[in-house]
């Protein structure tokens, strides 16, 4: 046992308070706990969905990696202990993304890509779309309608 709970304690108190930021297109956001705190919890905090959902006329939750992990713990634990309900769930992918669920390719972290990832692929592109599929599976599974978005980086190929 390391006994640090009342460090830790001391350390998170300011935490529990979101953090009003903007990104590049000047879209306020609000973080908790520091960069990657909502993916190590999977979701986002129910005071930060609280404030945005007062605050603006639309407000998205990331709900961390995969609907798998993020949304399970999404609508299982803050949905249930807030009462909220949302209008739908947006899954994200890339053109990269859908390319390493093909199962071609070794991803390894910390190394460059492979080389014939990078190349245009539409073949690669639609092997990697049965995860989307089970992720619209999982979306669906809580009742609501799955929004698919893909976000493209300048280095990708529109295929």
Same mark, same amino acid.
């Given at each position: 046992?390391?006994?640090?709970?009342?460090?830790?304690?001391?350390?998170?108190?300011?935490?529990?308070?979101?953090?009003?930021?903007?990104?590049?297109?000047?879209?306020?956001?609000?973080?908790?706990?520091?960069? #990657?705190? +909502? =993916?190590?919890?999977? !979701? /986002?905090?129910?005071?930060? *969905?609280?404030?945005? $959902?007062? @605050?603006?006329?639309?407000?998205?939750?990331?709900?961390?990696?995969?609907?798998?992990?993020?949304?399970?713990? #999404?609508? +299982? =634990?803050?949905?249930? !202990? /807030?009462?909220?309900?949302? *209008?739908?769930?947006? $899954?994200? @992918?890339?053109?990269?993304?859908?390319?390493?669920?093909?199962?071609?390719?070794?991803?390894?972290?910390?190394?460059?890509?492979?080389?014939?990832?990078?190349?245009?692929?539409?073949?690669?592109?639609?092997?990697?779309?049965?995860?989307?599929?089970?992720?619209?599976?999982?979306?669906?599974?809580?009742?609501?309608?799955?929004?698919?978005?893909?976000?493209?980086?300048?280095?990708?190929?529109?295929?």
């Amino acid at each position: 046992m390391v006994g640090a709970a009342g460090a830790m304690t001391v350390m998170l108190t300011d935490a529990i308070t979101p953090n009003l930021m903007q990104t590049v297109e000047q879209t306020p956001v609000l973080v908790h706990s520091g960069p #990657f705190g +909502n =993916i190590v919890t999977g !979701n /986002s905090s129910i005071i930060a *969905d609280l404030i945005g $959902i007062h @605050a603006s006329d639309y407000h998205i939750t990331e709900a961390g990696v995969g609907a798998d992990i993020g949304a399970e713990k #999404f609508f +299982n =634990i803050e949905c249930r !202990n /807030s009462g909220l309900v949302p *209008d739908a769930g947006a $899954i994200v @992918a890339t053109v990269r993304d859908l390319k390493t669920h093909s199962g071609k390719y070794l991803v390894v972290a910390g190394r460059p890509l492979p080389e014939e990832m990078l190349a245009e692929s539409p073949a690669d592109v639609l092997a990697g779309v049965a995860n989307v599929r089970k992720q619209i599976a999982n979306v669906r599974r809580y009742g609501m309608t799955p929004v698919i978005a893909v976000n493209a980086f300048p280095t990708a190929h529109p295929r």
